[in-house]
């Protein structure tokens, strides 16, 4: 997708602070941190939202999760625990059109988000 932001950082079109990457995803440091560790794990193939996982791309999200846990471990947050978020449409407050996981850790979330 050529107008899509994360693919643009995907191709290296537009810089951004990698702490991951292989065949299949890349992991980056979120813009906008909302908490001390914010990163985005992200499939390299454009998948808008939650809503197109099919039996084809599904394999992508054990890999994602797996993905996860992995960095949760080298950030120092798996012990403590960590929050994984995704957004997906509107009312779900996803704001970029390529399927992201949100890990954000370094600090103790409430529940309900409000
Ligand atoms: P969403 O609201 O769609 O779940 O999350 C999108 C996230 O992408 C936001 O947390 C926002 O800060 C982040 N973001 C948007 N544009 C960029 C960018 O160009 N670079 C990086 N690193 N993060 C971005
Ligand atoms: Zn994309």
Redesign the pocket.
């Known amino acids: 997708m050529s107008d899509c932001?994360f693919c643009k950082?995907i191709n290296k079109e537009?810089p951004?602070?990698i702490i991951y990457e292989d065949d299949k995803v890349i992991a980056?440091?979120?813009?906008?941190p909302?908490s001390p560790i914010?990163v985005?794990v992200i499939p390299k193939e454009h998948i808008e939202s939650a809503n197109d996982i099919d039996d084809v791309n599904s394999n992508l999200i054990s890999h994602i999760f797996l993905t996860i846990k992995d960095l949760a471990k080298e950030l120092g947050i798996d012990r403590e625990g960590y929050r994984i978020?995704?957004?997906c449409g509107e009312f779900g407050?996803?704001?970029?059109s390529h399927m992201?996981f949100?890990i954000l850790g370094g600090r103790k979330f409430s529940w309900p988000p409000g």
Not at 28 to 32: G, P
Not at 93 to 96: E, F, K, S
């Open positions: 932001i950082i537009i951004s602070e980056f440091k979120d813009v906008n909302q914010h985005l978020v995704n957004n407050g996803q704001t970029v992201h949100h």
